[in-house]
């Protein structure tokens, strides 16, 4: 497949486009074809470097990922080759305390796609099927890629930690709709790195 990769810490030249192996899906896990993948703070970090962090190069960045399911693996079978999905940036082991108790965050072997992990900056990427999530309706790829990370933390300025977040809408809530943009690096026909776009979602507030 071809993909962005970073070989070594540098500026814009350090995003080397190239060939390499198709990551193949393992019992459990999903390949998703990259439609959209959006542009966040944390691909400069990783691109640059950080001091006293070290990151495992070489390395495909993107952590906000939209797309189609390519090739479910074993034990996959909810979700059928051309399904537009949502792919959650943070991935963890699912099994342990932490993960079962629903604080995946916690997780000792938790990661973010494009730091701990292959992310999407490339034509295909491997996640676990509990990180993919259907694209809701009426938005394009692009579109959805921007919500993958300003979605939730959107979520968490409108509802206080731990709530019923479906009936418990916190006490401030911002006024509809809440407008989240973002810098989008949309792979419509790889292998040509097509564009930048600025996408604007709107997500109606609680009541709204």
Known sequence: MKAFRILAHGGPEALVWGDGPDPVPGPGQVRVAVRACGVNHLDLWVRNGVPGHRFPLPLIPGSEVAGTV??????V???APGEAVLVGAGVSCGEC?????GQDWLCPRYG?????RDGGYAEL?????????PVPRGLSFVEAAATVVNGPATNSSVYPSGS????SPAPIAPPAPVR???KIVAFIACPSFCATNLATVSVPAPGG
């Open 180 to 182: 989240l943009s973002t």
């Open 125 to 133: 990427v491997v996640v676990p099927r509990r990180n993919l999530f």
């Open 70 to 75: 390519e090739t479910p693996g074993a034990g």
């Open 112 to 116: 973010l796609l494009g730091e701990h």
């Open 164 to 167: 019923a977040r479906a009936a």
């Open 97 to 101: 305390v932490r993960c079962m108790a």
């Open 77 to 79: 079978e909810d979700l």
